[in-house]
């Protein structure tokens, strides 16, 4: 293997394949990233057990290949090399059986690599059911709804954003089951059901958030995979069924309150640092559009209050409490200038939803029993 | 107590002083900081058991003190509170025992308070020594030097900068006992000499560097104090005599080298990666001005090699080795364009200055020894 490339063009791509790749891996190899010169182009791949990203440059990025061949080599040693070597182009070589050369200007590098066999192999083939997002609304879809996923792996399917085609639209579920968010996305596609790491979503959004591109999104029961012209992300998918969350969602309500989402957001921010047992509870109280109250307590602390100036307000007083940062969670997914929030009673899951004509995003909280 | 006052202007001020408040202080009243409103001003402090900090508010802060008193609130509680609240002035109050009352436009906190009885009584007046120096030039001595200190507590001393003064200079010395730092600064004033806990005076840098101000300094054998216009800032002193560093300089040599200092510095940077024993060993081979050799070498990651190019060297043939962090601390506190480094042998410490006549600034760095 022995090949030129851009060293600004090289380095941004390892940053990028190398967000999959596991510091500590018990596979030594898949530390690494599997850089790979074929005719004249270079395919890099890393991976961990969740997530696998390739990548593929070619002769616009000022790439020669002078031998084909392939090599493993540490992702920490790699990047920092590329990093940080004295020229505007780097040549690597292999030397000497896994021993690979990177030189500059007057800066030589000679690493030990991993054996290429050593990397297990794998499948970057698309599954068959596809379909094309941009990347906006990729990223809108993950923003909306990964957050409200659980960090607990008591469940695991939790912890994962659920993706259900049902023929003309995607539906994102992700709760934790204190608090849910979904979104909806018009789209024609096969059906079909799976959910999907949050952290590896997480990834997806970074990798795909700097540029407005076309996203190919590909699913079977085992993988779903991202591709752009050329990257491509795969994931895993979580085992077991994603729980039947319709059912949770009320379709009617008592109480309806519209309110400034900025304004609600920071008041409850202000009152985030009063908790009892590590949790922050704020306790809404709504009299009549004239007098609504936010306030919270902590018997160590101190309080807080603070009057609410509301759009509008339909329904008799109602006296409800939760966690302030669930709420600021909800609102801050929405994007409305005004957000409608709508109850059932105090022990009865709310619903936030923007004020607007757009429906695709709702957002539902759980309140808190609290003894004031 | 209950005073009104610029919401920015008090968030700035309680920033600062709060950068000597421990959130988990032994003492309870240390986790807060000290509020006295008095006639026109407003008194705020902050300690902990290394350094305590005070600030003066006045008219020219929007303040308007409507009852003189003093209250001792949690510093987490209180940022938070004045960072956040809805409104550009904001009044306290005292309004039962030690409960105090935060209002800004709607919102309003109260919040439990300790009692200033439970305060420690802090003496911020100043010793009798004194001498002015100008905020940059106390980060200069400070930047030079502070980095070079140990932090280990074997020997508490070390962990201090040493400030001498023989009458017509302050001479600023720091040592982990693997490498020195010193920096003298002409100024005359009365003999001292004390030893200030790095930390501490890093904390003053970071306090003092917004502004070109004069700060008074003023030191007896117990504290150190600076103080700027509204701002006092005190450290406890190090026990225990310094070591005689003089001696341990050395003031002829064997070896020149006179380097760009940049390059050298990268040069080094690029090896870092390469470790052994968690150390980065960089190896310098001076045959001749037109053979220099800068190395790294390590049995699991590979090794590293790049040719320098020196403005001049003068001596025999020298290879030596050393701790690279250190070589890169020590070039990076000079500040010429091109450094000089003069040697005694491959075992004898090495001394680092600016090749321009600014000779006030001296790094010296001991070799490791290898087994090339």
């Known amino acids: 293997m022995n090949f030129k490339i851009n060293r600004n063009k090289f380095y941004n791509s390892l940053q990028i394949v190398s967000r999959s790749v596991s510091p500590n891996s018990p596979i030594p190899a898949l530390c690494g990233l599997l850089i790979n010169a074929g005719k004249d182009k270079l395919v890099l791949t890393g991976s961990n057990s969740d997530i696998s990203i390739q990548m593929t440059l070619s002769g616009t990025d000022d790439l020669t290949v002078i031998e084909e061949g392939k090599i493993v080599i540490d992702a920490r040693y790699l990047l920092d090399i590329v990093k940080k070597i004295d020229s505007d182009e780097v040549s690597i070589e292999i030397i000497d059986g896994t021993l690979t050369r990177f030189s500059g200007a007057k800066a030589e590098f000679k690493i030990n690599g991993y054996r290429p066999s050593d990397y297990p192999n794998i499948d970057f083939t698309a599954p068959e059911t596809s379909f094309t997002l941009n990347s906006k609304d990729l990223n809108t879809i993950i923003t909306n709804t990964a957050f409200a996923t659980s960090n607990k792996e008591t469940r695991p399917v939790l912890t994962g954003v659920n993706l259900l085609s049902n023929g003309i639209s995607i539906i994102a579920t992700a709760t934790d089951s204190y608090r849910l968010a979904k979104k909806t996305f018009p789209i024609n596609v096969e059906q079909f059901n799976v959910t999907v790491p949050a952290k590896s979503l997480n990834e997806i959004k970074n990798i795909f958030s700097g540029n407005d591109e076309d996203i190919k999104i590909s699913v079977n029961t085992k993988k779903i995979q991202f591709s752009s012209e050329n990257v491509i992300v795969q994931s895993k998918l979580l085992e077991g069924g994603y729980p039947e969350t319709e ?10 309150l519209v309110i400034n989402r900025h304004s609600l957001i920071n008041a409850i921010d202000r009152t985030s640092f009063i908790k009892t047992d590590n949790m922050s509870i704020t306790r809404l109280q709504l009299n009549s559009i004239d007098d ?58 709310f619903v936030l939803t923007n004020e607007s004509e757009d429906q695709s995003i709702l957002q539902l909280v759980l309140p808190v029993r609290t003894y004031n």
Not at 247 to 256: A, H, M, Q, S, T
Not at 304 to 325: C, H, M, Q, R
């Open 247 to 256: 059912r949770l969602i009320p379709k009617e309500f008592i109480y309806d």
């Open 292 to 349: 609504i109250t936010l306030s919270s307590k902590s018997q160590e602390i101190g309080e807080f209050k603070e009057d609410l100036t509301a759009v509008s307000y339909e329904g008799n007083p109602l006296d409800i409490s939760f966690s302030g940062n669930y709420v600021i969670d909800a609102a801050r997914a929405l994007d409305a200038e005004n957000i409608r929030v709508r109850f059932n009673g105090d022990m009865k899951p």
